[in-house]
């Protein structure tokens, strides 16, 4: 059983900055990608940030230059540093991984974290 925990949402002010982490846990052999999506209330869940296993990483047009999204493989925990937030930041972020559970099987499973809410209100 994998999970994927994510901490550091809550409510912000205009401009300011958020970290968001999220730490998998479980029967994990590798983990390939691992990214931040977010859906605000009434729309879809959208790309935030990704970042491969070597580092690699794509942002969300909208977040470019605001966002960095870094990740620990010693500790299987991505982090989504949020900065000049806005308040059409506001959604529920969820965490995406793609686990590979042992060495026998060379199948990745998408899995998805239970969600952090920010919001950026003054």
């Known amino acids: 059983q994998v999970q994927l925990v994510e901490s550091g949402g809550g409510l912000v002010q205009p401009g300011g900055s958020l970290r968001l982490s999220c730490a998998a846990s479980?029967?994990?052999?590798?983990?390939?990608?691992m990214g931040w999506y977010r859906q605000a209330p009434g729309k879809q869940r959208e790309l935030v940030a990704r970042?491969?296993?070597?580092?690699?990483?794509n942002f969300a047009d909208s977040v470019k230059g605001r966002f960095t999204i870094s990740r620990d493989n010693a500790k299987n925990t991505v982090y989504l540093q949020m900065n000049s937030l806005k308040p059409e930041d506001t959604a529920v972020y969820y965490c995406?991984?793609?686990?590979?559970?042992?060495?026998?099987?060379?199948?990745?499973?998408?899995?998805w974290g239970q969600g952090t809410q920010v919001t950026v209100s003054s």
């Open positions: 995406n991984a793609e686990i590979r559970y042992t060495s026998y099987s060379r199948v990745y499973y998408n899995r």
């Open positions: 479980g029967s994990i052999f590798s983990i390939n990608d």
């Open positions: 970042i491969t296993s070597g580092g690699s990483t």
